[in-house]
């Protein structure tokens, strides 16, 4: 049965343990026990990406205890008896799992978009509420809906839950303790990625470019395919891997590269999350033969950062940069001025955001790149923030970035691939119509931003030698087009490009 909230402010129970408060809103709220059924009867047209979502979960090792159906609707001004309460956040109260577990909150409003929330600061400050066995609480505390566009402001919007102003709301439980990795701390990350994004160097043919787990290829391998020619290397961003960030390429693309190439295309998987760019980039060059290797590079995202330290070679200990000669570097979506979504205050903010893409785009093994996501989820829900250092170097003003946009580079050719991006009513795009774009822009502001890395940061002047990057060099889709960080290779004009520049 609903449970009726007024929107004065006051606790009101859901159910045994369970309160919402919700000042400004009045509605209704259900509480059901958790589960992919109940979660596939109350989102509509989201199956495919909700299915890669709950493996994720599974993976991930979180169970969904608990669901809340959520309606909701602003108190005009002047129209309560109650309190009057102002409109703010809502908070919705748990019971606590106990010393051995932990929660988590997942929240899908109206328009299909995604946001994770972690519990609330207990009193001082800790970053998790410090269990009091059964009779303890957890608080999650969400931001208000946002009120629908008034009728000719704009596309209509749709919902995926039946109406707008509604939302489902996923109470997940996982324990503190991996049975293989151990405690969660600021460590785990790099257990975790040791364990399952290892460093490696594949072939990337068109046969098999979009096959997970392929053999690695050895130093000898590396240094006969050295000898014949050039080669062409892709380097994945973060979170993800090299056959998730580039398989939505078309094989003939991949074909008509390999052909170029004579066989020698390559891809560099590596650890994104724990260990910075520079890190990878010294794995990679130790693999590489003392005589060396000419390399062509296409890069997404953060991958653009290691490709740099390639491609740049800065001076650092035990850099062995001569053993990589770069002559094109093409760049997909890099951070090279950085991305706010970096700094510790809106990290959350980019989980949200690539797992909302994922969840409504979902092309390719997508699946484990939101392990990845919900994995780092854990980790700051625990205030580990020191064993981030595959996103720390994404930050605008970090040491990383300062270092690298602070010396002469070498003589590499540079060309960029980026986007702004805004919602186009086309399909399943239509639901984040009506002007949210996903996540509303507070943390870009005006700035263009395709979601994750802003526009023009991907080219422009950072105070880097190469930059900013020739406008004969540039591919840069416009709002209208509707191309996303996570959407970029599949457009089939990133294909024309690769090939009229890698040539």
Not at 28 to 50: E, I, K, N, Q, Y
Not at 486 to 497: C, D, H, I, Y
Request: hydrophobic share 40%; net charge negative; proline share 8%.
């Amino acid at each position: 049965m609903a449970s009726i909230l007024n929107g004065s402010g006051l606790p009101v129970s859901i159910g045994p343990g369970y309160a919402l408060r919700t000042p400004g809103w009045r509605g209704s709220a259900d509480l059901h026990m958790g589960g992919v059924a109940a979660t596939r009867s109350a989102v509509r047209g989201l199956d495919a990406g909700m299915d890669a979502l709950d493996a994720a979960l599974g993976a991930a090792d979180l169970s969904e205890v608990r669901r809340v159906d959520l309606s909701l609707q602003a108190i005009a001004p002047g129209a309560t008896g109650r309190s009057g309460a102002v409109a703010g956040p809502i908070e919705l109260e748990v019971p606590d799992p106990g010393p051995d577990d932990r929660q988590l909150l997942l929240e899908i409003d109206d328009a299909g978009v995604l946001h994770w929330h972690l519990p609330e600061p207990a009193a001082g400050g800790a970053p998790v509420p410090a269990s009091r066995g059964g009779g303890g609480t957890t608080r999650f505390r969400l931001a208000p809906p946002v009120p629908p566009a008034p009728a000719g402001a704009g596309p209509a919007q749709r919902s995926v839950l039946g109406a707008v102003g509604r939302k489902l709301l996923k109470l997940l439980v996982y324990p503190v303790t991996d049975p293989v990795l151990g405690v969660i701390s600021e460590h785990f990350v790099n257990r975790w990625e040791d364990a399952k994004r290892p460093h490696g160097v594949r072939r990337f043919t068109p046969g098999h470019f979009r096959q997970p787990h392929a053999q690695p290829c050895s130093p000898g391998e590396l240094a006969e395919l050295a000898a014949k020619g050039r080669v062409l290397l892709f380097i994945h961003g973060t979170f993800s891997s090299s056959h998730a960030g580039f398989g939505a390429l078309p094989p003939q693309t991949l074909g008509e590269l390999d052909q170029r190439y004579g066989g020698r295309v390559l891809a560099f998987d590596h650890p994104s999350v724990g260990v910075d760019p520079t890190a990878n980039a010294r794995w990679l060059l130790q693999q590489l033969p003392e005589s060396g290797v000419d390399l062509d590079i296409v890069c997404h995202s953060r991958g653009g950062l290691v490709s740099r330290v390639l491609a740049e070679a800065p001076h650092a200990p035990g850099m062995e940069t001569g053993r990589a000669r770069v002559h094109r570097l093409v760049f997909g979506a890099s951070p090279n001025s950085g991305t706010l979504l970096a700094d510790p205050d809106h990290m959350v903010s980019m989980v949200d955001r690539l797992t909302t893409l994922l969840t409504l785009f979902p092309t390719g093994p997508v699946t484990e790149t939101l392990e990845a996501l919900v994995t780092v989820l854990k980790v700051l829900a625990h205030g580990a923030l020191k064993g981030l250092d595959g996103l720390a170097c994404m930050r605008p003003e970090g040491d990383f970035l300062k270092g690298i946009n602070g010396h002469s580079a070498a003589g590499a050719t540079y060309y960029a691939i980026s986007a702004d991006y805004s919602p186009v009513e086309t399909g399943l795009q239509g639901l984040v119509a009506g002007g949210k774009n996903l996540l509303v822009d507070a943390v870009f502001g005006d700035a263009g931003n395709d979601l994750v890395v802003p526009t023009e940061g991907v080219f422009a002047s950072n105070g880097g030698s190469r930059f900013p990057i020739a406008a004969d060099n540039l591919l840069v889709f416009d709002a209208a087009q509707g191309v996303t960080h996570t959407t970029l290779f599949q457009n089939p004009k990133v294909s024309e490009r690769l090939l009229q520049w890698l040539n």
